[in-house]
Nanobody
Framework: QLHLVESGGGLVQPGGSLRLSCTSS????????IGWFRQAPGREREGVSC????????KYADSVKDRFTISRDLGKKTVYLQMNNLKPEDTAVYYC????????????????????WGQGTQVTVSS
């Protein structure tokens, strides 16, 4: 069983930056593709970014391209989401999710392909 924990959320002004972390308290994340999703009040959860277990393949939603960067630190069992030039519309609860993809360059794009989810971390972008 994989237990995911997100951290790094908070309140930031428009144009500011935050770095979210997704860690595992148990098994290593090395064999999992990781996705970041977010859900704003009154809206459905949407995919933000994802990274393959190999770290080679990354994908981004159009709304965050060139502003967000996903990366993984294999030794620290952590996946990061660096968020720059944040906008009020980025305000949401951010979740990380994992799908077992051993030594794969594939990245699941659908939410229902991910088997393990964290509890989420709140990101608020406001002046």
């Amino acid at each position: 069983q994989l237990h995911l924990v997100e951290s790094g959320g908070g309140l930031v002004q428009p144009g500011g930056s935050l770095r979210l972390s997704c860690t595992s308290s148990g098994s290593s994340l090395d064999y999992y593709a990781i996705g970041w999703f977010r859900q704003a009040p009154g809206r459905e959860r949407e995919g933000v970014s994802c990274i393959s277990s190999s770290g080679i393949t990354t994908k981004y939603a159009d709304s965050v391209k060139d502003r967000f960067t996903i990366s993984r630190d294999l030794g620290k069992k952590t996946v990061y989401l660096q968020m720059n030039n944040l906008k009020p519309e980025d305000t949401a609860v951010y979740y990380c999710a994992a799908d077992l993809q051993i030594l794969s360059d594939d990245v699941p794009s659908r939410e229902d392909e991910y088997d393990f989810w964290g509890q989420g971390t709140q990101v608020t972008v406001s002046s």
